[in-house]
């Protein structure tokens, strides 16, 4: 068996923890995608040139059709799936505006943080779940 997907530097991913009412925006990845079916906190790769901040506002500009305040840093992780290793940037953001459409996404949904491990949520998610849950 090959160490290739272990020795390869990690995919940089961002993600939105977009509280809402007490809530937390969860998004479901379409079936037809790696990890089909799992739900995440919105977001996607940071492209070569980009902030993070700035990946994050596109990602969900593209994914949702939404518009995004980034704020701080919640959260740093680094995890490995079969096929790589993900280092996934989670930020507290707000909705700033936008009526949130399905565009890269099967479903989401709002989701208090004490309710969150009741949904099948992407392993590398978790430690980000369990960030919010301290509180």
Do not use: F
């Given at each position: 068996m090959s160490d290739n997907a272990n020795s390869s530097p990690p995919i940089q991913v961002c993600a939105a923890v977009i509280l809402h009412q007490n809530k937390v925006l969860l998004t479901l990845r379409p079936n037809n995608k790696q990890l089909g079916g799992y739900w995440e906190f919105p977001g996607g790769k940071i492209e070569e040139g980009e902030s993070p901040q700035f990946a994050l506002k596109r990602e969900?500009?593209?994914?949702?059709?939404?518009?995004?305040?980034?704020?701080?840093?919640?959260?740093?992780?680094?995890?490995?799936?079969?096929?790589?290793?993900?280092?996934?940037?989670?930020?507290l953001c707000t909705w700033e505006g936008g009526e949130i459409r399905h565009l890269e996404v099967a479903d989401h949904r709002w989701v208090a943080p004490e309710n969150l491990l009741d949904y099948d949520i992407l392993a590398a998610d978790q430690p980000i779940i369990k960030k919010l849950q301290k509180g």
């Open positions: 969900l500009q593209e994914e949702l059709d939404i518009k995004i305040v980034v704020g701080p840093l919640l959260e740093t992780v680094d995890y490995s799936y079969e096929w790589g290793k993900v280092l996934i940037l989670a930020y």
